[in-house]
């Protein structure tokens, strides 16, 4: 099936306005993207962590949520989706159900790499048929910019604040996509929003498509805690995969394929500079973190090719 | 007992509240207007726009509607919330951010 | 005709489980409920039930997984113990305030520290704010009886329901008990048709609101009516209960109660001590009694103030401490339904016992009457908070 940017617009969305995400936020974008993917034809039962995503579509009495949706807790998303599911296949079994059902989970950072990062791994391992979508926005949005263990290094976030002894959060971000394939389900990817969002539709919808369990890290940023102009959403995410700080990748059944691979690997400064949370990062007697950061993300890369044999 | 989530004003009583909060429709939040946010406003030049639509995924809030002909429309005002990420994307210029005015 | 057999708490629990064959099973190993699981899990591997089986990664994962499959519009059980239960506490709350009736099984034992794992009850008492409806079982028997009856009161009322036994005290020891046959159980116990959930393809759901203050206490106040309307619920099921069974139960057990001058109230396998020990003292002609609480969620506040009005000293069991320096959790709330019902009469006393698993013999409790009897005799109530069985 080819890609067609017309016919993936043109699918009603899943995910109804009137939420109360900030402007610009990338989770929205994500969700929305996710759920087109589902074949129009399939129930959903969608979960999400508490996060900015749950208070801001679920503020009772107004679900943005088309489908039927539960909201448990902060690190049990992957849990509660996992009993739904399980739900879905003894009623299916006992012929007490007809209809055909997908299963989502979104997590943000936190609700994912962090607290959540134990109900995630059992039901990964476990092999449910559902899809888990981390929206990674690198910090804890929403009790206002704490730093996760998804937050990248040198970051300025609240509690990893640029002081005259630390500058910024001391550690690299967690690899929470090679560790999600650790775990030998059949579907792992790692992408973004990308020019005519192909690379993120054929993954969400091989995610919702490919039995047992399936994992997609969708980087989504957040202006608030990044620091950037709303507006520059597309160009961030861009950045990001040209620098190859975040490749876009999957692994089928434990294969890892390179879904791009920029012509020209940028510097990491051009991710870095339109970011407020690295501003510090740019000034005089500060290169070391920048050359720093370039060492991390090579070595990453490096690795990733030869995950990806090239 | 109305269940309607139209009903669940601030003022339902603790008998006529929803168990447990829960709600038996889908959607209900697009009687949210959130256009009220906006500070400054996407106004589309028609005469520029080709119809790539590289702006409708884009946009967090649905507010770029495609039409069955697979064409996008106008704006819908009563969500957008003026974040400036379609104006950006626009390879022809076609959209462009004004100041709102209320 | 009920069937005769000899099994464990535990077994019997489980049995319970397979004779109702419930949608899906969340289930974490922790002792001293790890059996019930087990045997569960046999039958779901033997293809006995219908259940699916989800053994989770904790016990948290337990109910979350359970909170999910409830919502879905499936029957979802559980058991735990402990700081088992400890780990669910969060999902308790959640699961209550949802609305979703979901069944656990408790074995009851100690929290740490230090570690120890026999029975006491401050697991459970632990999680008495969370909204679930719990019973505590004296017996094997009543443990299975109080399974059977839990759905059809938790799925009336649109709460989950604990059902509690003393860890390793009932769990473990075999005792004689009359089992139901499959059909009839099937029969009481009835389908689960929930009026709205997740999987209903003509209605989508959102479960787990975000409550503002101008709903949050309205919500609330509805939660709390769900669980002053289950104290009828549990009579009418422990009746009907009775009529097949010829064993009825109500929110207490009252035992030689109807002209008692000194009574203990407790919780438990402990009140098969105490009835023994009250046995041995009537015979003395010591006009003495018990009453037992079966349901301590909802609390039987006018069944106590009812069976103590016109004792002259009563002693409350607690088999757990709140450390507020003061007194435990039941003795608090006993005290509170005799004041609310204007009784002020009997002088009461708390006792602290059988933490960690100290034992409670006969001695002791005819000791704590014999405490009630210096109050009696000297109108003195003197210390109310007191340990008993504890090395000075």
Known sequence: MSYSLKENVMKEDRFAAGHRMCAGCGSPIAVRTVLRALEPEDHAVVCSATSCLEVSTFMYPYTAWKDSFIHNAFENAAATISGVETAYRSLKKQGKLDASYKFVAFGGDGGTYDIGFQSLSGAMERGHDMVYVCYDNEAYMNTGIQRSSSTPHFADTTTTPVGKVIPGKPQQKKNLTKIMVAHNIPYVAQTTFIGNFKDITEKAHKAFYTPGAAFLNVMAPCPRGWRYPSEKLMEITKAAVETCVWPLYEVVEGKYTLNYEPKKKLPVEEYLRPQGRFAHMFKPGNEWMIEEVQKEVDRNWEELLKLCNL | MSHLAKDMTPDVTWRDITPGCNIYEGGTSQVVETGDWRTMKPVIDWDKCKQCLLCAPVCPDMSIPVGKDGKRGDFNYFFCKGCGICANVCPFGAISMVKEDK | ?392
């Open chain 3, 1 to 392: 005709m009920g069937i005769r057999e000899r099994l464990s708490g535990n077994e019997a629990v489980a049995y319970a489980m397979k004779q109702i064959n419930p949608d899906v099973m969340g289930a974490y190993p922790i002792t001293p409920s790890t059996e019930i699981p087990q045997y569960f899990s046999a039958y779901v591997d033997n293809g006995e039930v219908d259940t699916e089986f989800i053994a989770v990664e904790s016990e948290h994962s337990a109910m979350s997984t359970c909170i999910g499959a409830e919502a879905a519009g499936a029957r979802a059980i559980s058991a735990t113990s402990s700081c088992g239960l400890c780990y669910m506490t969060e999902m308790l709350y959640v699961a209550a305030s949802s609305r979703l009736p979901i069944t656990l099984a408790v074995c009851c034992r100690a929290l740490s520290g230090p570690i120890n794992i026999h029975n006491d009850h401050s697991d459970a008492m632990g999680v008495r704010d969370a909204g679930w409806i719990m019973l505590f079982a004296e017996t094997n028997q009543e443990a299975y009886d109080n399974y059977l009856q839990a759905m059809r009161i938790g799925e009336a009322v649109g709460l989950p329901v604990m059902v509690c036994q003393d860890g390793f005290i009932t769990s473990h020891a075999i005792e004689n008990i009359e089992l139901e046959e499959t059909d009839k159980v099937k029969k009481f116990v009835g389908q689960y048709k929930p009026q709205h959930y997740l999987l209903n393809k003509d209605e989508p759901m959102a479960v787990g609101a975000f409550g503002m203050p101008a709903y949050y206490m309205e919500a609330k106040r509805q939660q709390a009516q769900a669980m002053i309307d289950a104290k009828d619920v549990i009579r009418k099921v422990g009746k009907e209960f009775g009529e097949m069974t010829g064993r009825t139960y109500g929110l207490v057990e009252n035992f030689m109660m109807d002209d008692a001058e000194e009574a203990i109230v407790l919780i438990g396998s402990s009140a098969g001590t105490a009835k023994e020990a009250i046995r041995q003292l009537r015979e003395q002609g010591r006009k003495v009694g018990l009453v037992k609480i079966r349901s301590f969620r909802p609390f039987p506040s006018e069944e106590l103030a009812e069976s103590l009005k016109n004792v002259k000293a009563f002693a409350v069991m607690d088999k757990d401490d709140s450390f507020n320096a003061h007194c435990g959790p039941i003795f608090a709330e006993t005290s509170a339904a005799l004041y609310a019902a204007g009784i002020s009469a009997p002088k009461g006393i708390n006792y602290i016992y059988g933490l960690g698993g100290r034992d409670v013999r006969v001695d002791s409790i005819k000791h704590v009457f014999s405490q009630l009897d210096k109050i009696v005799e000297t109108g003195k109530t003197g210390e109310t908070y007191r340990y008993l069985e504890v090395r000075e």
